[in-house]
């Protein structure tokens, strides 16, 4: 019997965060976040989500609900194993629209690797043998607030702090200043200024830094301006990781050859689902550069999907999957646990290994086709 995509269920799906959610682009208070579901007539059920990301990506939780209509229709009667025929199926479709997408392919991936009967890692070809720990974020605000929160996140045991930026030099510089008093001199801290520094003065801002020994520094400038990153990243005392400006593999050459960067950060709703990030990470191994695995504001069956695929190269060394511990609950059934120091685990069910709720979906607004 043939292997056929026989229905499709889209669900809106929002959670409160338990406080703000701030970076330079503005503050969230809910995830805004789209579940897909694919059913097959050999009774596989694949589980997919999307964070869309409006200033990022240009979507939104009710334009991926309605896009993602139109891609099941594209989709059904498909074979879900030919994870190239539906990809271009729905690049056809629509133009962009990667979040959307990603979703469709995190569900069509959790298919066949159930289906090959091997944990969804495995099938991309990766092992389950590198500790992945994660980063907490520290939200923009008052530098008085931000050295309080990291210093709660130390406490709380993670061993890793990552800080959201984007105000001004003097502003920023005395807030990264008082989270290293706060959190002493050993833990490492990653800077994120989310394209909120204007690039005549980002170099000055990454040099005045410099003395709080930091990690990396994901997006200093806007993303339009890439074109100066190759001069900013040169003279930089910090590594440069781009965010914004790699959504896929042909940024990623892009960036590479202007040497505009030193790290990617991978996002699978920036390049539309793990089928067009594996084009990334070929990319970046080429050049011998190692990347992060990030993500929106998923839940935890997100992050299950970037776990299984953070373990498919050694080029991926950062992960960045904390967002499911801001939320007030938690629908996810299943998937990557976390542990004691921001240590995560993930199990070795066939597929992704995470599933949705039924009385959680029960509650969402849905449509199948």
């Not at 510089?173 to 801290?189: C, L, N, T, Y």
Request: with cysteine.
């Amino acid at each position: 019997m043939n292997h056929l995509i026989n229905q499709i269920d889209i669900y809106q799906s929002p959670i409160k965060l338990k406080e703000p959610f701030v970076i330079s682009l503005g503050a969230m208070y809910h995830a805004q976040n789209v579940i897909v579901i694919i059913h097959t007539n050999q009774g596989i059920t694949g589980f997919g989500e999307c964070s869309p990301f409006m200033t990022i990506n240009g979507e939104s939780m009710e334009t991926c609900f309605i896009v993602g209509q139109y891609l099941a229709q594209v989709l059904k009667g498909k074979n879900p194993e030919n994870i190239e025929e539906c990809t271009h199926a729905m690049d056809k479709t629509i133009y962009g629209n990667s979040s959307i997408k990603s979703a469709f392919d995190m569900a069509l991936y959790d298919i066949s690797a159930q289906k090959a009967g091997v944990p969804l890692y495995q099938f991309l070809g990766g092992q389950n043998n590198k500790e992945m720990q994660i980063d907490y974020t520290v939200s923009l605000s008052n530098p008085e607030k931000m050295a309080a929160d990291a210093k709660r996140i130390v406490d709380n045991g993670f061993e890793i702090v990552k800080v959201k930026l984007g105000h001004s030099k003097e502003q920023d510089v005395e807030s990264i200043k008082k989270i290293r008093e706060a959190i002493g001199p050993k833990i490492p801290i990653r800077l994120d200024a989310n394209q909120g520094w204007k690039t005549e003065e980002a170099l000055d801002i990454l040099k005045a830094l410099t003395p709080y020994k930091i990690q990396h520094c994901e997006e200093p400038i806007p993303r339009w301006d890439y074109m100066a990153l190759p001069e900013i990243r040169r003279f930089s005392p910090i590594p440069i990781m781009a965010d914004e400006t790699c959504c896929d593999h042909i940024d990623a050459k892009r960036l590479i050859d202007l040497y505009a960067c030193d790290l990617i950060n991978i996002k699978l709703s920036k390049s539309g689902g793990i089928f067009k990030a594996l084009k990334i990470v070929e990319i970046a191994k080429a050049a011998k550069m190692h990347i992060q695995v990030g993500g929106f504001l998923e839940t935890r069956l997100g992050f299950t999907a970037a776990a299984h695929f953070a373990l498919s190269s050694k080029n991926i060394v950062y992960f960045d999957f904390d967002t499911p511990l801001m939320m007030e609950e938690d629908p996810v059934e299943g998937g990557i646990l976390y542990g004691e120091k921001g240590k995560i685990t993930i199990t070795d069910t066939p597929g992704l290994g995470a599933s949705i709720n039924e009385d959680f979906l029960l509650g969402l607004k849905k449509i199948s086709v």
